[in-house]
């Protein structure tokens, strides 16, 4: 089992993944002029103004109009092109969700939806535009790829996973900018979990930009005695069931962490591996409970609901003291 170099206590600064994004896809829009890039109306908040001027011919903004915003996407990947198509994660995943289930999953078009703005990351922004529901809408249609990805500079190397992979992908981001989780060098693969810290008494496998709280969680455990195994589950679907029934197997508790719903987000996918295999473990699942959330700072909203480090912490020691 690899493990990886982790910068969490913060020397390693931040990066925008918008930004991270946007540069990406330029420069791979110079290799492929096949690659389009769409916009509902955000292309300043999405970083794509630079597209716009290095490939005009090749940006359209469809104005505040997400479900047009699929339709034009798919009608573009119908002519061969590879379409990029980025909006709020809400709107994306719900305003937008018959367009993509039926213009862009169903015929299994190589569109690449990205949403900013998932979860909580846009908690000022109130429950309207909060992407709570994303990752389970995206995950259950056939044929999609959902990442979710945890250090912003992944981003130039999830935007190529994408355009090469053949069929639609969804990735999903925050808002602002994000903390360098990994040291250089550090290759991401579709479908396979990134081991940041191994251990045998208790398992934490996190998606997206929560691996934040999660690393911390891990390291307080570990300074306790407690021998604490850390995935990061940038790939939501497909699924590292390879990974999870390790982790299942090897410590008999899994914590999942995420930055969405429990309902039918990645703990979900977690605890569907474990019981489809007939593994005795328990799986306690944090994230945004059943309820619309109130309106506050990210972090503070992750704390209210009980997924950040503290809130990690305390549901691993639940487990070990058997009363979770």
Known sequence: MTLVEVTVDGSAGAANARAVYGAAL?????????????????????????????????????????????????????????????????????????????????????????????????????PTHAGMEDIGTMRMLP??????PSDPRQLTQFTRLAFEHPGPVYIRLGRGNDPIIYGDGQ?????????????????????????????????????????????DMHTIKPLDTEAVLAAARDTGRIVTVEDHLVTNGLGSAVAECVAGAGIACRVTRLGIPDVFSIIGEPNELYGHHGYDADGIHRAVVAQLDGVA
């Open 187 to 231: 290759e991401v693969e579709l479908g396979k979990a990134i081991t940041v810290q191994d251990g045998d008494q208790a398992t934490i496998i996190s998606t997206g930009v929560v691996l934040r709280h999660a690393l911390p969680a891990a390291r307080r455990l570990a300074g306790e005695g407690v021998s604490v195994r850390l995935l």
């Open 26 to 126: 330029v420069e791979l829009a110079h290799e492929h002029p096949e690659i389009v890039a769409l916009t509902a109306d955000l292309m300043l908040s999405h970083q794509l103004k630079g597209f716009k001027e290095t490939h005009p011919d090749r940006f359209f903004n469809v104005g505040i109009a997400e479900a047009n915003l699929m339709g034009v996407a798919a009608g573009l990947a119908l002519d061969g092109k590879i379409p990029f198509a980025t909006t709020f994660a809400a709107f994306a995943s719900m305003r937008a969700h018959e367009q993509v289930r039926t213009d862009i999953a169903y015929p299994s078009l190589p569109v690449k939806i990205v949403g900013t703005m998932g979860g909580l990351s846009g908690g000022t922004a109130g």
């Open 143 to 148: 044929g999609m790829t959902v990442i979710a």
